[in-house]
Every structure is written in structure tokens, then in C-alpha cells.
């Protein structure tokens, strides 16, 4: 098991350095002079040159990777050349939106799937199974921020229950906070669910088929049982693989669904940094997205050795 | 009284005929065979049985076990009586286990489920009856997973599944098909102790006679569905009454007829193998450790003369496969040599390798999975043509083709057919074709008739002897089957984990071996004369 | 990732007549092609010409002389719409030809040497599955701007180790069977067998895959349009159209419901497509029906 977990673990981190060196190559061969960014087109060549020198942009490639890198590793992400604040301060101030809204939002499709997925794979064939995958197939089909604009129809202005958009913050107490998440999370979700709810019925059909299944029966065990303790464990394994790509997906929609809500979260402060060419935050964020793609992909990994005793190996 | 008496059953399966009037019946205690080839219904009877059916399956009939009538069953009274009264053993013990649960849980299951036993208590049952089938607390203890274990083992915890309620009824379906004759002859004593024990009934299902026989009171042979003879076993065997009692029985012990061969001993061997050996890499125990590898050949060394047939025998596992694929150059070996009329193939690149390959054919085990099912037998068949110097024309290639298939008994017509219009022993067929179409020298057969109906193996088998004699073509047969081995050999090669324990003439190996791993086999195979015998022996 | 290939033994009339058997097939294919045919009139005809602006006519509601409406240039929705179409297609269609045409090879390569090969594939696998199409269009504009191109290779590159996977684990599935084994024992090279064995068993494999990144391609293109990092104006887009909506939601519902149907009509019709080849292609799944 630990051979397993370490070798997952060097695969990660090599992923990790190695996508670190792609951020840092693209942001490299970028156009424009970050120093005269920050002191405008007046200033003259002496007084850029200087900061050049400050902001260590003069060392050679390898070294400036090194600090950028080891910067990251100490949570220095730089200084943002719009605002002059440390780049940890912004994106702080929005991962605590964007964070909890991809939570929810895979929790909530998790919730909404497995069960579904068990539902349709026990009743194969049958009614209930054909219009939840009818139901399931649509879904999949729906772009998350076109539903979310009909949610806000719906919801927001013609139910006028729930807030358009906005955020008002965390310090405005849990309850408002998480409810102006919930329009969006459910936009994201749903899409997500539809994929996961097919997957999980596929994967329970595949594993019904197999003869370990047969031999449970002939132990006397009803349909039912042998669906729950013996069919859904085994499935549980293709389910994780897509949870794990569905994270990042999730993510890649917040960034879309946030411009939908006006929720100030990372995919705002992204774009808005494209606009201003603030490129040390976007390196930052998408350094950060990448990041937390490659845990959740860990996550998986080592999820996969809880469920499956093979990966574990004794001897 | 009949423990279970199955009268007049029919079964269609989505309007398919599957069983016509099928009669069977078994005493409390006693040990029914239920034999036929594939597709005769013998698997279809047992999950009837079972009411473990298709879907779109339907049967009519009458099946009564103690007294309840199976098929107007409820699923409920089924399940009551699955694992509790009826027991059930597969074919395949890789696969019948669920490999995410712990052998303990999955003994336990079907105790606690119908006796509403405790855990502790369902564990406690559960290890006693791991340690009756033969696996015992200090070296499988109940957290072990199904992965851990070998098929011989998986097949006896299955087994251990299937009778921890000493049911009244168990039904083996080909329950030693998948392993090698010495698990076979393992797992059959323990079914027949555990039988005995408990005077449990037994519906042994095979296709293999001589199993059948050294088993069971009783046997019923099917055949495309229909009972054709069935009663005693010792006097149904013995009289042969029916015809199709009699083919089967004779397929089983077929010899093709081969000229005893006077072999000039000057002459220089074929093919000399010299101190082959081949390393796997093994399972890495740490990270910064090295794996110690796993030796799967180890220092053979062996001679083939030319048009002379050795047959090569072991358990499966043994290293047979490998030592096949490292002299047909398909996998690289880690020391030793290889020498082809002559000539070193060993360390040699595929373009050096061309006339040798030319002179050195394959046929493999499954007749379904060695054709690739999207080309047409032609080009299939031409494969190897692809090995000449100089490439036939269109017109010489189809020219080729139907001559080798007429040299395998089939028509220059199946030219151009898909494989999959074949049957089992016609695809072998178009396999040795397809062998055979550049004329070798050698021609090594790994398992060719194991997947194969006993009669069709017999014509497989006559087929074989015929080219040996026809063109001279020598054999290296790969086979856990010692009545194979007999029936087509000069020459015996026993191999025994990665090495050769022994080598002789055929008769004498088969007829005394000397090496202990011979004796084991020998011992373990199941023989229809000896058999046969037995039985009349012991029913006077 | 392993798959289990099972290689059907069919002839070319018995899988038309299945094709023409199966309800998920027969949808997806009429929605495919009539999705294509709109989008191929609209190089000849619209009912208008969605260049022009008609401030006159603008945010009008669905009627018989703009049956989808209008948005607030005065320009049909419609119109908009079919021409839209073209660049979904486009942009999808050319993501999945440069997943499947670099990805294939790569697996196929990888699955026939393995080894260090196969590992450094993975590796680089797991490098671009690390960013998700959205980043690498973010990536791709911060240096190039935005454009239509962009969402293309943002696309297409995260379709390259999909495809190398799937085509990986098909080819891995396929290479220890003996059909392999006899060609190999025939003289053939890796080369030759991954191009007369492998690719032609797997090809089920990629056509189905090839419509679900097709599909997923026009919705990662509609996301991408919709935050201005693909097609821009005056180009109609799905994506576009919807932006565009989103402020007018509460005056002009329309403009934001009817680009979403095209959407999710275009990717049902896809999704459907590949789930009927997959059912007929795929004995197994036959055998459950």
C-alpha cells in the first residue's frame, strides 16, 4: 500500500513541477515589460531598468524560475502589477468563494447521482430506468451557464426567492453567504450530476455481468442486496476516475458561472487581470488551478486503494 | 425419494430451443454426472435449477427438489433456498469471487444471511469451513483478499461458499475445467469427501468423460439440449448402447493412427535449445528497492530432430508458454541459446530473423481469438506469405491459399469468408492452414485442441498426424493433457516450475515416470479405461 | 484505464440493419445531419443577413417575421443562429481532428513499445489533464488575444491525451491476443501490425469517443465564446449570443433560450449518435437488451 501511495505521490509532484515550468514558459514569452506596466509609459528607461533589477527580472531564466517557484511553495505569489498587493492577498480574498461554490457543487452532484445511477442500473430497461437516463441525457447535453441564466429567469425573476447574483460575503453571516451560492452551485451540479448518474449506472451494469455477482446470488442473497453490497463497491472505482476529472471541470465552470452571478471569485479576478494584463495574477490563479486539479487527482488515487484491495497488495 | 427430479423440462430462451424434455433425477447423497459438449445445455440445466436464468428465458416442466417445485417458486422461496439448501460451484474460480471483499466476509455472508447468525459467530462457522476445504487459519486467515490466493485456492473457498450450510443439493459446473489435472484431482476429492460427509446430492456437470466417471454414481449425456442415454455409469460406458455414448467415448481415447518412427540419429537436430532462461521482472516490495525477479524458464535445454514430435507437459504455470514463446522468437530470453537448423536465433533482429520464422509456424490454443475477426480467411490465411523473398502474385497467393486449406479439409470457397462464419474446429483448421502455408520445418502448437469438443479434438488431433507424415513437419505440442501427449508424441518433455524434470520416449514417461513431478501428473490425470475399470471393479 | 474491446464479427448489411434498428441512432444521426445541413445553407441563405444591424427592429419578440426573435442590434436570431453553427462545427470538429490525429498515434505508439515510452506518455498525459481547456484558453489568450483559433487549440489540446488514452488502453487490450501473436510469428513489425491489426479494432473505440469530444467541443466552445475567449463579434456565436443575453434576460428572454436550445440540440443529437454506435457496434451491450 505505501509502495502504491508513495508512487502516486512522485508522480503528483513531478506533475506538479512540471506544469509549474509550462505556466512559468507561457507567462515567459509573453509580450510586454511588466516594470514599464507598473510605472506607465513616462517613466523613463533608467527608472524601469531599476525596477527590473528590484523585481529580480534581469537574472537569468533558471534563477528566476527557482524564485518564482520557491516563491510559490512559501505562498509568495508576487505582487500584483495593477495593485501593487502582495498577489496572495487577491486571490485569498476569492478562493473563499470559489472554493466553497466547487464543493457544493460536486457534493451536490454526487448526491444527486450515485443514487440516481443505482435507481436506473436496478430497474435496467424498465420505465423508471428510461426516463431518468432520458432525463440524464438531456442533462449531459446542457451547457451549465445557459442553465444558470434560466435558473436566474426562473428563480431570480420571476420567483424572486433567491438573489440574481452578488456575494455578500462570508462576515455577512453562513446562511446569505451559502444562498447566494446556491443558484449557482445547483447550475454547475446538475450538468455534472447527469454525466455522473450515467457513468454509475454503466459501471453498475458492467459489474452485474460478472461472475462474482452469480456466485452471490447462489448464496441466496435477493437482487437488491446484491446490488448494494457486492455491485456498487466495484463500481465505485470508474466513479471515482470521473469524479476526479469532474473536479476540474467544476472548477473551469466556476470561473464561467461566476461571471453569470457576479460572484467575486477567481474567475472574475482572471478575467479582469487578462484585461489589465496583470499577468502575475493570472499566472498566479492558473498556477493555483492546476494545483488543486493535480490534489484532487491524488485524492483519487489514493481513494482508488481504499476501495480496491488489489492496489493495496500485502506482501 | 428423489432429492431432485427434474421431469419433461423445456427451455427457450428468446425463442431459442435451449433444453428439449430433459429428464434427471438424484437420490439424497448420491453423485450424478451430467455430460455433454459445448452447447448441449448441461449449464443451463444447472441454472434452471437455480432459477438463475436469463430473462428472456422460459421453461416448462416440472423440477421438484425436497418436496417445493422450483419453477413456480417465488424469487423469495429461492432465495431461502439458494446457499442454504442448494449449493452451487463455477467454472471459473479467477472470477467468481468479489475482489473487494475478504474471503472471511464472503464465507460469512451466506451464514449470517440465512441463519441470522452474529458476526462473530457467521466468522467462526466460516473459518471452520475454510479449514475443512483446505485452508487453513495460519496461512489464509479470514482478512485475506481474493487476489491473494491462486485459482486452486479461489476455487476452494467458492466451494467453502457453496456448502457452509451443508446444503442438501450441490451443483459443480465444470468445477475443475479451469485448472490443471493436479488441483483437478485435489478439488474432486475434497468434493467427493465433503459429499460423503455431509450425504449431500451432487450434479457434477462436465464435458470431460473420464471426470464423470471416476466421479459419479449415475450420468445423463446431453446433446444439443436432448437427454441421449442416461443410467449407471460403469454399464452406460461399458455397453456403449446408444451411438452417441459410443463416439463420445471413443473420441475420448482417440490415437491417431502414426507409423512408429526409426529416426536417424545422425542427422542434425532441428532445433537445440541450450541453457534458456527467462527472468520477469517481479512486484516491487519498496520503492528504492529493486524487485527480485521471477524466474519463469530456468536452464532448459532440448532437441528436436527433424519431423520428430515432442510433446511438452507440465501444470499450467510451469514456464511451457514462455519456453514456446522464446523459440518462436516472440519474447526475448535472459541467457541461453537458440539454435534453429543450425543457425542462432537468439539476440537476432526481426529483418535477420525472416527465414527462420519461414521455417517455424504457430498454432495457438483458442481457435476464436487468433484470427483477427476483420480480415478475410484469405488474407489471414496469407499472413506468413508475408515471409517469402519474393511476394507472390494475387493470383499465386490465392493459389497458395487454396491449397493449404485443402491440405486441412477445407474448400478453396472459404477463401472468402470471416472467421466468425467458422465453427471451433474449423477455425483450428484454417489455424493450421494458416501454419502450414510456408511450408515449416517446425511447427509449435501451444494447447491446439483444449478449447475443442472431444470429437472435434479427435479430427484436430488426425489432422496433426496426417501432416507430420504427409511433410515432415516436426512438432513441439504444449499440453497439460497427458491422453494428447500419448495420442500424438514420440518424445515426452516434463517441465516442473521453469525447469525439465525429465525427457524420454512417450510411452515410457507416461507409462512409468521417474521424476516426482511426472508421478504427480500422472497420478492426477484422469484416464476413461482406468476409470471405466474401477468402477466395474468396484460394482462387481 | 483498462477497456475490454470485444471485436464484433459483422458484416457490413447486418450492422446497417441494426443501425436502422436502433431508436438512440436513428435520432442522433437526423439531428447530426440536419444540424450540418442548416449550418452548410447558411453559406447560401439565411432569412437574414445577420451583418446588418436594425436598430429599428431591435429586441423584438419571437413572431412570424422573426420566428426566434430578434437581439438588440435588430438582427434575426435565427439567422444568427444557422451561422453560429458553422463556427460550433468548426471549432469542434477541428479540436477533435487534432486530438484523434496526434493522440492515436501517440497511443497506439505507446500501447506497442511500452516501457519507458509508455511511461513518459502518461506522464505527459497527466501534464495537459492538469489544465483544463478553460486554463489553456486562458494560457493562449493572455498571449495571443482572443479569437476563435485560440479556442480551438485550447480545445484540441486537451483532446490529444483523451484520445491517446483511449486509443492506449484499446491497443493494450488487443495486443497480447493471439491474432497478434500469429502476425508477429508472420514477420510483421510493430508498425505494421498497430496500422493492419490494432488501428482497425479499435476504430469502434475512437468513432465513439470522437462523438463525445465532438460533443463536449461545442460546449467548451459556447463556455468559451460566452467569456469572450473564442469567437468574437462580429462573428455570431452560441456562446456570443448568450453574453449578449444575459443583461437582457429580464426584457428579452429569447435571446438567451433559443442560442441554449441550438446548443443542447446539437449535443443531444451527438451524444445520441455515439451511444447508438456504441449499442451497435457492441455485442455485449446487445446481449443485455
Same mark, same amino acid.
Given at each position: 500500500?505505501?509502495?502504491?501511495?508513495?508512487?502516486?505521490?512522485?508522480?503528483?509532484?513531478?506533475?506538479?513541477?512540471?506544469?509549474?515550468?509550462?505556466?512559468?514558459?507561457?507567462?515567459?514569452?509573453?509580450?510586454?515589460?511588466?516594470?514599464?506596466?507598473?510605472?506607465?509609459?513616462?517613466?523613463?528607461?533608467?527608472?524601469?531598468?531599476?525596477?527590473?533589477?528590484?523585481?529580480?527580472?534581469?537574472?537569468?531564466?533558471?534563477?528566476?524560475?527557482?524564485?518564482?517557484?520557491?516563491?510559490?511553495?512559501?505562498?509568495?505569489?508576487?505582487?500584483?502589477?495593477?495593485?501593487?498587493?502582495?498577489?496572495?492577498?487577491?486571490?485569498?480574498?476569492?478562493?473563499?468563494?470559489?472554493?466553497?461554490?466547487?464543493?457544493?457543487?460536486?457534493?451536490?452532484?454526487?448526491?444527486?447521482?450515485?443514487?440516481?445511477?443505482?435507481?436506473?442500473?436496478?430497474?435496467?430497461?424498465?420505465?423508471?430506468?428510461?426516463?431518468?437516463?432520458?432525463?440524464?441525457?438531456?442533462?449531459?447535453?446542457?451547457?451549465?451557464?445557459?442553465?444558470?441564466?434560466?435558473?436566474?429567469?426562473?428563480?431570480?425573476?420571476?420567483?424572486?426567492?433567491?438573489?440574481?447574483?452578488?456575494?455578500?460575503?462570508?462576515?455577512?453571516?453562513?446562511?446569505?453567504?451559502?444562498?447566494?451560492?446556491?443558484?449557482?452551485?445547483?447550475?454547475?451540479?446538475?450538468?455534472?450530476?447527469?454525466?455522473?448518474?450515467?457513468?454509475?449506472?454503466?459501471?453498475?451494469?458492467?459489474?452485474?455481468?460478472?461472475?462474482?455477482?452469480?456466485?452471490?446470488?447462489?448464496?441466496?442473497?435477493?437482487?437488491?442486496?446484491?446490488?448494494?453490497?457486492?455491485?456498487?463497491?466495484?463500481?465505485?472505482?470508474?466513479?471515482?476516475?470521473?469524479?476526479?476529472?469532474?473536479?476540474?471541470?467544476?472548477?473551469?465552470?466556476?470561473?464561467?458561472?461566476?461571471?453569470?452571478?457576479?460572484?467575486?471569485?477567481?474567475?472574475?479576478?482572471?478575467?479582469?487581470?487578462?484585461?489589465?494584463?496583470?499577468?502575475?495574477?493570472?499566472?498566479?490563479?492558473?498556477?493555483?488551478?492546476?494545483?488543486?486539479?493535480?490534489?484532487?487527482?491524488?485524492?483519487?488515487?489514493?481513494?482508488?486503494?481504499?476501495?480496491?484491495?488489489?492496489?493495496?497488495?500485502?506482501? | 425419494?428423489?432429492?431432485?427430479?427434474?421431469?419433461?423440462?423445456?427451455?427457450?430462451?428468446?425463442?431459442?430451443?435451449?433444453?428439449?424434455?430433459?429428464?434427471?433425477?438424484?437420490?439424497?447423497?448420491?453423485?450424478?454426472?451430467?455430460?455433454?459438449?459445448?452447447?448441449?445445455?448441461?449449464?443451463?440445466?444447472?441454472?434452471?435449477?437455480?432459477?438463475?436464468?436469463?430473462?428472456?428465458?422460459?421453461?416448462?416442466?416440472?423440477?421438484?427438489?425436497?418436496?417445493?417445485?422450483?419453477?413456480?417458486?417465488?424469487?423469495?422461496?429461492?432465495?431461502?433456498?439458494?446457499?442454504?439448501?442448494?449449493?452451487?460451484?463455477?467454472?471459473?474460480?479467477?472470477?467468481?469471487?468479489?475482489?473487494?471483499?475478504?474471503?472471511?466476509?464472503?464465507?460469512?455472508?451466506?451464514?449470517?444471511?440465512?441463519?441470522?447468525?452474529?458476526?462473530?459467530?457467521?466468522?467462526?462457522?466460516?473459518?471452520?469451513?475454510?479449514?475443512?476445504?483446505?485452508?487453513?487459519?495460519?496461512?489464509?486467515?479470514?482478512?485475506?483478499?481474493?487476489?491473494?490466493?491462486?485459482?486452486?485456492?479461489?476455487?476452494?473457498?467458492?466451494?467453502?461458499?457453496?456448502?457452509?450450510?451443508?446444503?442438501?443439493?450441490?451443483?459443480?459446473?465444470?468445477?475443475?475445467?479451469?485448472?490443471?489435472?493436479?488441483?483437478?484431482?485435489?478439488?474432486?476429492?475434497?468434493?467427493?469427501?465433503?459429499?460423503?460427509?455431509?450425504?449431500?446430492?451432487?450434479?457434477?456437470?462436465?464435458?470431460?468423460?473420464?471426470?464423470?466417471?471416476?466421479?459419479?454414481?449415475?450420468?445423463?449425456?446431453?446433446?444439443?439440449?436432448?437427454?441421449?442415454?442416461?443410467?449407471?455409469?460403469?454399464?452406460?460406458?461399458?455397453?456403449?448402447?446408444?451411438?452417441?455414448?459410443?463416439?463420445?467415448?471413443?473420441?475420448?481415447?482417440?490415437?491417431?493412427?502414426?507409423?512408429?518412427?526409426?529416426?536417424?540419429?545422425?542427422?542434425?537436430?532441428?532445433?537445440?535449445?541450450?541453457?534458456?532462461?527467462?527472468?520477469?521482472?517481479?512486484?516491487?516490495?519498496?520503492?528504492?528497492?529493486?524487485?527480485?525477479?521471477?524466474?519463469?524458464?530456468?536452464?532448459?535445454?532440448?532437441?528436436?530432430?527433424?519431423?520428430?514430435?515432442?510433446?511438452?507437459?507440465?501444470?499450467?504455470?510451469?514456464?511451457?508458454?514462455?519456453?514456446?514463446?522464446?523459440?518462436?522468437?516472440?519474447?526475448?530470453?535472459?541467457?541461453?541459446?537458440?539454435?534453429?537448423?543450425?543457425?542462432?536465433?537468439?539476440?537476432?533482429?526481426?529483418?535477420?530473423?525472416?527465414?527462420?520464422?519461414?521455417?517455424?509456424?504457430?498454432?495457438?490454443?483458442?481457435?476464436?481469438?487468433?484470427?483477427?475477426?476483420?480480415?478475410?480467411?484469405?488474407?489471414?490465411?496469407?499472413?506468413?506469405?508475408?515471409?517469402?523473398?519474393?511476394?507472390?502474385?494475387?493470383?499465386?497467393?490465392?493459389?497458395?491459399?487454396?491449397?493449404?486449406?485443402?491440405?486441412?479439409?477445407?474448400?478453396?470457397?472459404?477463401?472468402?469468408?470471416?472467421?466468425?462464419?467458422?465453427?471451433?474446429?474449423?477455425?483450428?483448421?484454417?489455424?493450421?492452414?494458416?501454419?502450414?502455408?510456408?511450408?515449416?520445418?517446425?511447427?509449435?502448437?501451444?494447447?491446439?485442441?483444449?478449447?475443442?469438443?472431444?470429437?472435434?479434438?479427435?479430427?484436430?488431433?488426425?489432422?496433426?498426424?496426417?501432416?507430420?507424415?504427409?511433410?515432415?513437419?516436426?512438432?513441439?505440442?504444449?499440453?497439460?493433457?497427458?491422453?494428447?501427449?500419448?495420442?500424438?508424441?514420440?518424445?515426452?518433455?516434463?517441465?516442473?516450475?521453469?525447469?525439465?524434470?525429465?525427457?524420454?520416449?512417450?510411452?515410457?514417461?507416461?507409462?512409468?515416470?521417474?521424476?516426482?513431478?511426472?508421478?504427480?501428473?500422472?497420478?492426477?490425470?484422469?484416464?476413461?479405461?482406468?476409470?471405466?475399470?474401477?468402477?466395474?471393479?468396484?460394482?462387481? | 484505464?483498462?477497456?475490454?474491446?470485444?471485436?464484433?464479427?459483422?458484416?457490413?448489411? *447486418?450492422? &446497417? $440493419?441494426?443501425?436502422?434498428?436502433? #431508436?438512440?441512432?436513428?435520432?442522433? @444521426? +437526423?439531428?447530426?445531419? /440536419?444540424?450540418? !445541413?442548416?449550418?452548410?445553407?447558411?453559406?447560401?441563405?439565411?432569412?437574414?443577413?445577420?451583418?446588418?444591424?436594425?436598430?429599428?427592429?431591435?429586441?423584438?419578440?419571437?413572431?412570424?417575421?422573426?420566428?426566434?426573435?430578434?437581439?438588440?442590434?435588430?438582427?434575426?436570431?435565427?439567422?444568427?443562429?444557422?451561422?453560429?453553427?458553422?463556427?460550433?462545427?468548426?471549432?469542434?470538429?477541428?479540436?477533435?481532428?487534432?486530438?484523434?490525429?496526434?493522440?492515436?498515434?501517440?497511443?497506439?505508439?505507446?500501447?506497442?513499445? *511500452?516501457? &519507458? $515510452?509508455?511511461?513518459?506518455?502518461? #506522464?505527459?498525459?497527466?501534464?495537459? @489533464? +492538469?489544465?483544463?481547456? /478553460?486554463?489553456? !484558453?486562458?494560457?493562449?489568450?493572455?498571449?495571443?488575444?482572443?479569437?476563435?483559433?485560440?479556442?480551438?487549440?485550447?480545445?484540441?489540446?486537451?483532446?490529444?491525451?483523451?484520445?491517446?488514452?483511449?486509443?492506449?488502453?484499446?491497443?493494450?487490450?488487443?495486443?497480447?491476443?493471439?491474432?497478434?501473436?500469429?502476425?508477429?510469428?508472420?514477420?510483421?513489425?510493430?508498425?505494421?501490425?498497430?496500422?493492419?491489426?490494432?488501428?482497425?479494432?479499435?476504430?469502434?473505440?475512437?468513432?465513439?469517443?470522437?462523438?463525445?469530444?465532438?460533443? &463536449?467541443?461545442?460546449?467548451?466552445?459556447?463556455?468559451?465564446?460566452?467569456?469572450?475567449?473564442?469567437?468574437?463579434?462580429?462573428?455570431?456565436?452560441?456562446?456570443?449570443?448568450?453574453?449578449?443575453?444575459?443583461?437582457?434576460?429580464?426584457?428579452?428572454?429569447?435571446?438567451?433560450?433559443?442560442?441554449?436550445?441550438?446548443?443542447?440540440?446539437?449535443?443531444?443529437?451527438?451524444?445520441?449518435?455515439?451511444?447508438?454506435?456504441?449499442?451497435?457496434?457492441?455485442?455485449?451491450?446487445?446481449?443485455?437488451?
Amino acid at each position: 500500500m505505501a509502495t502504491y501511495l508513495l508512487k502516486r505521490l512522485i508522480i503528483a509532484a513531478i506533475t506538479l513541477v512540471l506544469a509549474s515550468m509550462v505556466v512559468f514558459a507561457v507567462m515567459e514569452i509573453l509580450p510586454g515589460d511588466p516594470a514599464r506596466l507598473m510605472l506607465g509609459f513616462n517613466a523613463s528607461a533608467d527608472q524601469v531598468e531599476q525596477l527590473r533589477n528590484q523585481m529580480g527580472l534581469n537574472a537569468p531564466l533558471v534563477l528566476r524560475y527557482l524564485h518564482w517557484a520557491g516563491g510559490l511553495l512559501s505562498l509568495d505569489f508576487g505582487r500584483s502589477y495593477t495593485y501593487s498587493v502582495p498577489v496572495i492577498d487577491l486571490v485569498g480574498e476569492r478562493v473563499v468563494v470559489s472554493l466553497p461554490l466547487a464543493l457544493i457543487a460536486l457534493a451536490l452532484s454526487t448526491v444527486i447521482a450515485i443514487p440516481v445511477g443505482v435507481f436506473s442500473a436496478g430497474r435496467q430497461g424498465r420505465a423508471g430506468d428510461t426516463v431518468a437516463m432520458g432525463a440524464a441525457q438531456l442533462g449531459v447535453a446542457v451547457p451549465n451557464f445557459w442553465f444558470a441564466l434560466m435558473l436566474i429567469y426562473l428563480f431570480a425573476v420571476w420567483l424572486r426567492l433567491v438573489p440574481a447574483g452578488g456575494f455578500p460575503g462570508w462576515g455577512a453571516g453562513i446562511w446569505p453567504a451559502v444562498k447566494s451560492l446556491l443558484l449557482p452551485a445547483v447550475a454547475l451540479a446538475l450538468p455534472q450530476a447527469a454525466i455522473l448518474a450515467r457513468v454509475a449506472r454503466s459501471a453498475l451494469i458492467e459489474v452485474l455481468n460478472e461472475d462474482y455477482i452469480r456466485t452471490a446470488r447462489a448464496k441466496g442473497l435477493p437482487y437488491r442486496a446484491v446490488l448494494w453490497r457486492h455491485a456498487l463497491r466495484n463500481a465505485m472505482i470508474p466513479v471515482l476516475t470521473i469524479l476526479g476529472l469532474q473536479f476540474a471541470f467544476l472548477l473551469a465552470g466556476t470561473i464561467i458561472i461566476e461571471n453569470v452571478f457576479y460572484l467575486p471569485g477567481l474567475g472574475r479576478l482572471v478575467f479582469q487581470a487578462i484585461t489589465q494584463r496583470d499577468l502575475i495574477v493570472v499566472e498566479s490563479v492558473v498556477m493555483l488551478l492546476v494545483a488543486a486539479v493535480i490534489a484532487v487527482n491524488l485524492l483519487v488515487d489514493f481513494s482508488y486503494a481504499v476501495v480496491d484491495p488489489r492496489l493495496r497488495g500485502r506482501q | 425419494m428423489s432429492l431432485l427430479q427434474i421431469e419433461n423440462l423445456s427451455l427457450v430462451i428468446g425463442g431459442t430451443p435451449i433444453l428439449k424434455q430433459v429428464e434427471l433425477a438424484i437420490a439424497p447423497g448420491e453423485v450424478v454426472g451430467l455430460v455433454g459438449e459445448s452447447g448441449s445445455g448441461k449449464s443451463m440445466t444447472a441454472l434452471t435449477i437455480m432459477s438463475l436464468l436469463p430473462h428472456l428465458a422460459q421453461a416448462r416442466g416440472r423440477v421438484t427438489f425436497d418436496g417445493i417445485d422450483l419453477l413456480a417458486a417465488s424469487e423469495d422461496q429461492m432465495c431461502a433456498l439458494r446457499g442454504d439448501d442448494i449449493g452451487m460451484v463455477f467454472q471459473e474460480p479467477m472470477t467468481a469471487l468479489n475482489p473487494v471483499k475478504t474471503i472471511g466476509e464472503q464465507v460469512a455472508e451466506g451464514i449470517r444471511w440465512h441463519t441470522r447468525a452474529g458476526r462473530a459467530e457467521a466468522e467462526d462457522r466460516a473459518r471452520k469451513m475454510l479449514d475443512r476445504v483446505g485452508l487453513p487459519e495460519a496461512k489464509f486467515p479470514l482478512s485475506r483478499y481474493p487476489h491473494e490466493l491462486s485459482g486452486g485456492q479461489r476455487q476452494r473457498v467458492v466451494i467453502a461458499i457453496a456448502c457452509a450450510l451443508k446444503p442438501k443439493l450441490l451443483i459443480a459446473d465444470e468445477p475443475t475445467t479451469a485448472l490443471d489435472v493436479v488441483l483437478q484431482a485435489q478439488i474432486l476429492d475434497l468434493l467427493r469427501d465433503l459429499v460423503s460427509e455431509n450425504r449431500m446430492g451432487l450434479l457434477l456437470i462436465s464435458h470431460d468423460l473420464a471426470v464423470v466417471t471416476e466421479m459419479a454414481d449415475r450420468l445423463t449425456i446431453l446433446r444439443g439440449g436432448e437427454v441421449m442415454e442416461a443410467g449407471d455409469t460403469a454399464r452406460t460406458l461399458s455397453a456403449q448402447h446408444h451411438p452417441y455414448t459410443r463416439e463420445l467415448a471413443l473420441a475420448s481415447m482417440h490415437v491417431p493412427a502414426r507409423p512408429k518412427k526409426h529416426l536417424a540419429g545422425s542427422a542434425r537436430p532441428l532445433l537445440e535449445v541450450e541453457g534458456l532462461s527467462r527472468d520477469y521482472p517481479g512486484r516491487r516490495k519498496s520503492l528504492f528497492r529493486a524487485a527480485e525477479p521471477i524466474r519463469a524458464v530456468d536452464d532448459v535445454s532440448l532437441t528436436i530432430e527433424p519431423a520428430q514430435s515432442v510433446a511438452l507437459v507440465g501444470r499450467s504455470g510451469c514456464g511451457k508458454s514462455t519456453l514456446a514463446r522464446m523459440i518462436l522468437a516472440l519474447d526475448k530470453s535472459t541467457a541461453g541459446s537458440i539454435r534453429f537448423r543450425g543457425e542462432t536465433i537468439t539476440g537476432k533482429s526481426e529483418a535477420e530473423l525472416k527465414p527462420a520464422r519461414r521455417d517455424m509456424q504457430v498454432v495457438f490454443q483458442d481457435p476464436y481469438g487468433s484470427f483477427d475477426p476483420r480480415e478475410k480467411v484469405e488474407k489471414l490465411v496469407a499472413e506468413p506469405l508475408h515471409l517469402l523473398e519474393t511476394q507472390p502474385s494475387k493470383a499465386e497467393r490465392r493459389e497458395l491459399v487454396a491449397h493449404a486449406l485443402h491440405e486441412v479439409g477445407l474448400g478453396p470457397r472459404d477463401m472468402d469468408k470471416y472467421p466468425h462464419e467458422f465453427s471451433g474446429g474449423q477455425r483450428q483448421r484454417l489455424s493450421i492452414a494458416r501454419a502450414i502455408i510456408t511450408r515449416p520445418k517446425l511447427v509449435v502448437a501451444d494447447e491446439p485442441v483444449s478449447a475443442l469438443d472431444v470429437s472435434i479434438r479427435a479430427q484436430i488431433l488426425d489432422l496433426f498426424a496426417e501432416l507430420n507424415q504427409k511433410l515432415g513437419i516436426a512438432y513441439l505440442f504444449i499440453t497439460h493433457d497427458l491422453t494428447v501427449a500419448r495420442a500424438m508424441s514420440d518424445e515426452v518433455l516434463v517441465m516442473h516450475e521453469g525447469k525439465i524434470v525429465e525427457r524420454g520416449r512417450t510411452a515410457d514417461v507416461l507409462d512409468s515416470p521417474r521424476s516426482e513431478a511426472a508421478q504427480a501428473l500422472v497420478a492426477a490425470a484422469p484416464d476413461l479405461h482406468r476409470a471405466i475399470a474401477r468402477r466395474m471393479q468396484e460394482q462387481g | 484505464m483498462t477497456v475490454r474491446v470485444d471485436l464484433p464479427e459483422e458484416t457490413l448489411a *447486418g450492422v &446497417l $440493419a441494426k443501425a436502422f434498428g436502433n #431508436r438512440s441512432f436513428l435520432i442522433g @444521426f +437526423a439531428i447530426t445531419l /440536419l444540424v450540418a !445541413a442548416i449550418a452548410l445553407l447558411s453559406f447560401v441563405w439565411t432569412p437574414y443577413d445577420v451583418t446588418k444591424l436594425v436598430i429599428a427592429d431591435k429586441t423584438q419578440a419571437p413572431s412570424w417575421t422573426h420566428w426566434f426573435g430578434t437581439d438588440h442590434f435588430g438582427r434575426d436570431i435565427l439567422s444568427m443562429i444557422m451561422v453560429g453553427a458553422r463556427n460550433s462545427i468548426a471549432v469542434a470538429l477541428v479540436a477533435v481532428g487534432i486530438g484523434m490525429g496526434i493522440g492515436v498515434p501517440l497511443g497506439a505508439f505507446a500501447a506497442a513499445r *511500452g516501457g &519507458l $515510452a509508455d511511461e513518459a506518455l502518461m #506522464r505527459i498525459n497527466d501534464l495537459v @489533464f +492538469a489544465f483544463p481547456a /478553460l486554463l489553456s !484558453a486562458i494560457m493562449i489568450t493572455a498571449i495571443f488575444g482572443p479569437g476563435a483559433v485560440n479556442a480551438i487549440i485550447a480545445i484540441g489540446i486537451f483532446n490529444i491525451p483523451v484520445f491517446a488514452r483511449v486509443a492506449r488502453a484499446g491497443a493494450l487490450a488487443i495486443w497480447p491476443r493471439e491474432f497478434i501473436l500469429a502476425a508477429r510469428a508472420a514477420g510483421k513489425g510493430m508498425t505494421q501490425i498497430s496500422v493492419e491489426h490494432i488501428l482497425p479494432n479499435i476504430a469502434t473505440l475512437l468513432l465513439v469517443q470522437g462523438t463525445i469530444q465532438f460533443a &463536449l467541443g461545442i460546449l467548451a466552445e459556447a463556455g468559451l465564446s460566452y467569456v469572450g475567449l473564442g469567437a468574437q463579434p462580429p462573428m455570431p456565436s452560441w456562446g456570443r449570443m448568450l453574453f449578449d443575453a444575459q443583461t437582457r434576460m429580464v426584457t428579452a428572454p429569447w435571446m438567451a433560450i433559443f442560442p441554449g436550445m441550438a446548443i443542447i440540440v446539437t449535443v443531444l443529437g451527438l451524444n445520441l449518435l455515439g451511444d447508438g454506435i456504441a449499442d451497435i457496434l457492441d455485442p455485449k451491450s446487445r446481449r443485455r437488451r
